[in-house]
């Protein structure tokens, strides 16, 4: 797996990953409650946004949460730890070579994960193996091609454009939420069921006005503006950069 | 009012319309049901594509639908009758100087007609003028901007693009849905709350795959081709139209 993480390790991004996991956690998990004694596996918990959540949700659970990152491990579990939640165990491990045995899993969960991996589909067929017959899936992505706003802006959509470009050049998708179904079908996964969840903020909502909007989502864009000027300045020679004028 | 409608008013249209409102009746009002005995006004109800759903759900409800469309009305009153449902009364009418008094409704239905007109602000101050006081309003409007898919496709959307500015050089925004906030906001409506709908299709859903992306999107995209074509031979005088050579 690469390291190129395309939001990068900056303690700015540690903040901006709990604000968007706290915003977010009723629109994605909130009804993700697992049974009693049940095995999950969180695959990519970077520093624990959506540990926490899971932990909170699932408290019979034993939640297994595993992350490539020595760091980003580290962080998860002293916030678990901190949170006097007991049934994580962090470790640190690389998705495509996990040292759990077949059947170890009753579940696994992976969120904003795959957009950041050259190969998907390979991560999917590789995770299947550690799952027990019957078990389940849940794999929670962003598509950045799909935001959307009133009064338009041609600077902000350029500037999402970077981020797209960005992640595509370090291997990643920004724009694979609209690619999930046929790739869990293609790895293998049966009886797949996508349910798209739309982030609505307007005027009335302050809370998601800062805690998605700012926080989160124009936060996200703000903090890939160095990688991206950088991008630029090697991809002026071959020409193959969008136009950052606007930005 | 202006008479441009940008869909037009043949056969096709008429069942493509009823295509699309069976398909989304769940997603868009499903759950309008309205009290016994209250006065329903269904402004702009064309051909009465969503009249059958209003007047089926609220059966106690006594509903009035006009449209500006002598035709139209005809259209939906034969459906209505056909029906058996008879809690609905038929006007034809402009929705800038409907006959009523003030006062007159519990509650105004609006769907799919903003996007058509030059003034949505004034139609939506003057529909008000009709609203008893404490009454309400649901409107509901697409946005076409909003569209995405994968594989991506330029083609679909320079043809959607088509759409939009066909809508716009009639008058009317295909992508007025982003705005109905601030619309009805500025339109003095009190507790605006909007409710965002995205209709999801992959292949495990072959009834929307017929029902939505063929029958009503492709199908809408599909209905202006002529329109799209004489419009453009227009503007290639005054260079103001989209490049649809890869139609």
């Given at each position: 797996?690469?390291k190129?993480y ?16 706290t ?5 994605l998990?909130s009804?993700?409650?697992y049974?009693m004694?049940s095995?999950?596996l969180?695959a ?5 946004a ?16 595993v ?8 962080a998860a579990k002293?916030?678990v730890?901190a ?13 495509f070579?996990l040292p ?16 950041h991996l050259k190969?998907?589909?390979?991560a999917?067929?590789?995770?299947k193996e ?15 091609g799909?935001a ?5 802006s ?9 981020l ?14 609209r690619?999930l ?28 006005v ?10 996200m864009?703000e903090?890939?503006?160095?990688s991206?000027?950088?991008a ?16």
């Amino acid at each position: 797996m690469t390291k190129a993480y395309v939001h990068g390790y900056d303690p700015r991004e540690n903040v901006r990953l709990q604000d968007q996991a706290t915003t977010l956690v009723e629109l994605l998990h909130s009804d993700t409650v697992y049974p009693m004694g049940s095995r999950i596996l969180e695959a990519g918990c970077g520093v624990g946004a959506q540990t926490m959540t899971l932990a909170r949700n699932s408290p019979g659970a034993l939640i297994t949460s595993v992350d490539i990152s020595e760091q980003s491990v580290a962080a998860a579990k002293q916030k678990v730890v901190a949170a006097g939640l007991e049934n994580v165990q962090f470790q640190q491990g690389d998705i495509f070579r996990l040292p759990f045995r077949a059947d170890s899993f009753d579940h696994i969960f992976v969120c904003f994960v795959l957009e950041h991996l050259k190969e998907p589909r390979t991560a999917l067929l590789k995770l299947k193996e550690h799952l027990r017959p019957g078990g389940t899936i849940t794999v929670i992505e962003g598509d950045h091609g799909s935001a959307y706003f009133y009064p338009d802006s041609d600077a902000a959509h350029t500037a999402i454009r970077c981020l797209v470009e960005l992640q595509s050049l370090a291997g990643g998708n920004a724009l694979i939420g609209r690619q999930l179904y046929p790739l869990l079908v293609s790895a293998g996964y049966g009886k797949v069921r996508v349910s798209p969840r739309m982030v609505y903020v307007d005027s009335s909502k302050p809370e998601l006005v800062d805690g998605f909007t700012k926080k989160t989502f124009t936060a996200m864009i703000e903090g890939i503006r160095q990688s991206v000027i950088e991008a630029a300045t090697v991809a002026a020679r071959t020409n193959s950069w969008v136009d950052i004028s606007t930005l």
